[in-house]
């Protein structure tokens, strides 16, 4: 049933792993050596805040499905927020697609501009998803027939990954921002595909379930 959608993923995957195997990046150890700002920025270890922030964000989203909603939040209308999120989790992906694309073309403060971007977006996406989960029940996918074979595939790929690409972004990010090139390339090449994958899967269980939603 999936070997269609699965074949359009996996290919989508390993062309973007290809097309980072050559970042036009150089060396830090070669170029910014004298450069005693970002020396010491190359001492920085993120790494403990980085693991904190990965068990925080992913414990809250799971205590968002478990815990009883918050009672003071039954007073508001959150339902246009699951629209929110899919409209912040494509603007993710278009600013990942031209960090890619920047990144190709040795366009490196582009890059980086739309990198940050992408986390502004998600970092938006993922308080707007707190709220609404914190507030409101879920919504169950009424479909049926193939469709609702290719929601749940979708769903739980969507949701391991989303997982995932927590500590992969922040190590990718940390990387970059101490300068350390040839790790920011080699973990960047799994990164892009998924936090693409993730964002834009976002936006298609979004228009999945939409129908379904309490108006």
């Known amino acids: 049933m999936f070997c269609l959608p699965q ?3 996996v290919t989508a ?3 973007c792993i290809h097309v980072l195997d050559d970042l036009p990046f150089s060396d830090a150890n070669t170029t910014n050596h004298h450069n005693p700002i970002l020396k010491l920025m190359q001492q920085r270890n993120y790494k403990s805040l980085i693991w904190v922030l990965t068990l925080a964000i992913n414990g809250l989203i799971a205590l968002a499905f478990f815990l009883p909603k918050i009672s003071s939040l039954k007073g508001y209308d959150f339902s246009k927020l699951p629209l929110l999120n899919a409209i912040l989790n494509g603007l993710t992906f278009f600013s990942l697609m031209i960090a ?4 190709r ?3 490196i403060p582009l890059h980086r501009t739309f990198v940050f971007l992408a986390f502004s977006f998600t970092s938006l996406f993922l308080f707007s998803y707190l709220l609404y989960h914190f507030s409101t029940p879920s919504t169950k996918y009424g479909g049926d027939g193939i469709l609702r074979g290719i929601y749940f595939f979708v769903l739980l790929t969507h949701v391991f990954l989303a997982a995932l690409i927590v ?3 922040l190590f990718t990010m940390a990387f970059g921002l101490n300068n350390q090139i040839n ?3 080699k973990i960047a090449k799994w990164t892009m595909p998924i936090w693409l994958y993730v964002s834009f899967t976002g936006v298609l269980v ?3 379930i939409s129908p379904y939603y309490h108006h």
Request: glycine letters at 0%.
């Open 7 to 9: 074949s359009i993923f």
């Open 13 to 15: 995957f390993l062309r």
């Open 100 to 103: 890619l694309f920047a990144i």
């Open 105 to 107: 073309h040795k366009k």
């Open 167 to 169: 500590s992969l972004a």
């Open 183 to 185: 790790r920011h390339r």
């Open 206 to 208: 979004y228009l999945l």
